[in-house]
């Protein structure tokens, strides 16, 4: 975040934030907070420590939002709590040098005593942090620091630059030529305060009027005029929240007009606070589908390589298995000089009868001490050799199908920019996406977000349970593992790769023996014994299915269970 933006946001949150009282407080990752200070609108102040990520705005995110994001209390948040939860806000202070904020309470100690505590945001790159001071004392800090000092230093005046608001045209022009002409460089270079946005915005503004006239109207803007906030991006703001993905997204927030982006378009905001939610709400969405295109691309690669590695592997079994025609003619050689063969040190001399000069030939002995052991030896090869032709031969075309079509999924993820895309590709690679499950509302409870778990059928049996089967051996490890609850029964065919099948049981009350068979006719129509006229199906409570270390996707252990013998059926009323 820009120093000069900050200073924008800083001074309107002192406006609006001066004597709130600190309420809930989350923290978010590693490296972000979310105070709240009671507002009546009910926003949030968020507080960014990561280096590519530095923040502090208002935030109109709802309390579930946060909630979903947020860690369980650490050491941190409870220190907070404790020294300012009861400390009206009393001042916002901002260095106009540098990327530190400071939150001065007013608090009271045990024995009535007032005293100065501090929350201090330092944004300032990759040792952003936030510290909480008591009396200047570093009580705790929310990144752990290089430096372990209790005592704190506020940041000095960078000694190699100079103030803006002092230096002269005559000066303003010297750093100018140092920097070989170049405005932006030098306000970068020299002047407090300027990063490469505003250094820019200066060197555009000097097109039109001299440097140090353009100096004193953009810090007279920033300082002393009423602000006004804008976004800047190369689409309109709708566009890219509907393609978040798209190549060309540039996103711009600054609390005045910027002269150095004519072909931008600029979205006017009513407050800086505003944009910069606005801003950061399509930055993290933009950084979190870049992510989930990132791991989708990994899986594919992933899974792409192992792919050719085996089609690889296939081809080298296809030529150590060519010899298949040449063991069946040593085999039936054999048989066929049983009665003159003659046994060597290293095999038997036979009589080729596939040639018409009809030659003596030697046969290897493959170890073994008589002939028709050799030829039962050799036709055992011949046999396995034209069974591994044809196995591979008729899975080969398969697996180069399979990477035809990974091949176009990894093209296809390459033009995706929408996430809604992203997801049905996903689903049809059967690869899944690490995001956090949506809330519909903020009192939706667990259940309610399970409701949404993809990869299940749901059923309903004739007595009014709840029967859920498995899709794949990943969506079997979800509704076992994730889904299903101790008490809830747990069904699979016995011997034979299928679904698992969960009878929810909510009240841990006897389940009458007619939904019992319904969910086993349901496992056993799942399963690969579904031809069978009976089918032998094992069930169990949930608790007794465990997954050890290094078992496959849907490989399961089960201590104790009963067996039903039922015939395979889609059994209940089919819901979803």
């Not at 001042?91 to 400071?102: K, T």
């Not at 170049?182 to 503004?205: C, K, M, N, S, V």
């Not at 086993?520 to 031809?531: I, T």
Request: aromatic share 8%; glycine share 4%.
């Amino acid at each position: 975040m820009e120093n000069f933006t900050l200073q924008a946001i800083t001074r309107e949150l002192a406006s609006l934030l001066k004597g709130q009282r600190l309420g809930k407080v989350y923290q978010l990752g590693a490296t972000d907070l979310a105070l709240d200070f009671r507002l009546r609108d009910g926003r949030w102040l968020i507080v960014s420590t990561d280096p590519q990520r530095l923040a502090l705005y208002l935030t109109r995110r709802k309390l579930w939002q946060l909630e979903v994001e947020a860690r369980a209390e650490t050491p941190f948040v409870s220190l907070l709590k404790k020294y300012l939860g009861a400390a009206p806000l009393v001042g916002l202070d901002q260095s106009g040098y540098d990327r530190v904020v400071c939150f001065n309470f007013a608090a009271e100690t045990e024995d009535g005593t007032r005293v100065r505590r501090a929350l201090v945001v330092e944004l300032t790159g990759r040792s952003a942090n936030v510290l909480l001071l008591d009396q200047d004392r570093v009580i705790a800090t929310l990144r752990a620091r290089a430096e372990q000092s209790e005592d704190y230093r506020a940041p000095s005046p960078p000694g190699e630059k100079l103030d803006p608001f002092l230096i002269s045209s005559e000066g303003l022009n010297n750093l100018i030529a140092a920097s070989g002409g170049d405005l932006a460089q030098a306000a970068q270079r020299y002047l407090i305060g300027f990063g490469p946005l505003y250094a820019r915005e200066l060197a555009a503004r000097a097109r039109e009027a001299q440097p140090e006239k353009a100096l004193r109207s953009l810090l007279d803007e920033l300082y002393h005029q009423p602000p006004h906030p804008h976004l800047y991006s190369s689409v309109p703001l709708d566009q890219i929240r509907d393609e978040i993905g798209r190549p060309d997204f540039s996103l711009t927030l600054a609390p005045i007009p910027l002269h150095h982006l004519p072909y931008h378009i600029a979205t006017p905001f009513a407050t800086i606070n505003e944009a910069a939610d606005a801003y950061f709400t399509l930055i993290d969405e933009r950084r979190s589908f870049l992510a989930e295109c990132q791991q989708l691309k990994s899986a594919l690669s992933a899974k792409l390589k192992k792919q050719r590695e085996l089609i690889k592997k296939l081809q080298h079994e296809l030529d150590h298995f060519t010899d298949s025609e040449k063991h069946q003619r040593y085999g039936e050689l054999l048989l066929a000089n049983l009665h003159q063969v003659k046994k060597t040190e290293r095999g038997f001399l036979v009589t080729n009868f596939y040639d018409e000069a009809q030659p003596t030939i030697e046969i290897p002995a493959a170890n073994k001490p008589t002939a028709q052991e050799a030829a039962e030896h050799y036709f055992k090869l011949a046999r396995k050799a034209r069974h591994a032709h044809q196995a591979i031969n008729q899975r080969l075309p398969e697996i180069e199908r399979e990477v035809a079509q990974i091949e176009a999924q990894l093209t296809q993820l390459a033009a995706i920019t929408r996430s809604e895309a992203l997801v049905e590709l996903a689903s049809q690679a059967s690869l899944p996406l690490s995001r956090q499950p949506a809330r519909a509302t903020p009192d939706s409870s667990k259940k309610a977000r399970e409701e949404h778990l993809s990869g299940v059928r749901r059923y309903r049996s004739s007595d009014g349970y709840e029967i859920l089967v498995g899709r794949t051996d990943r969506d079997n490890d979800a509704l076992t593992f994730r889904l299903a609850k101790s008490f809830d029964l747990w069904f699979h065919a016995a011997d034979y790769p299928g679904s698992h099948v969960v009878l929810r049981n909510p009240q841990r009350k006897p389940v009458p023996p007619r939904a019992i068979t319904e969910a086993a006719q349901l496992a056993a129509k799942f399963s690969q014994a579904r031809n069978d006229a009976r089918v032998a199906v094992n069930y169990c409570e949930r608790k007794f299915v465990s997954k050890p270390k290094g078992f496959a996707p849907g490989q399961v252990r089960i201590s104790s269970f009963k067996t039903l013998l039922v015939e395979p059926r889609e059994a209940g009323q089919r819901i979803t």
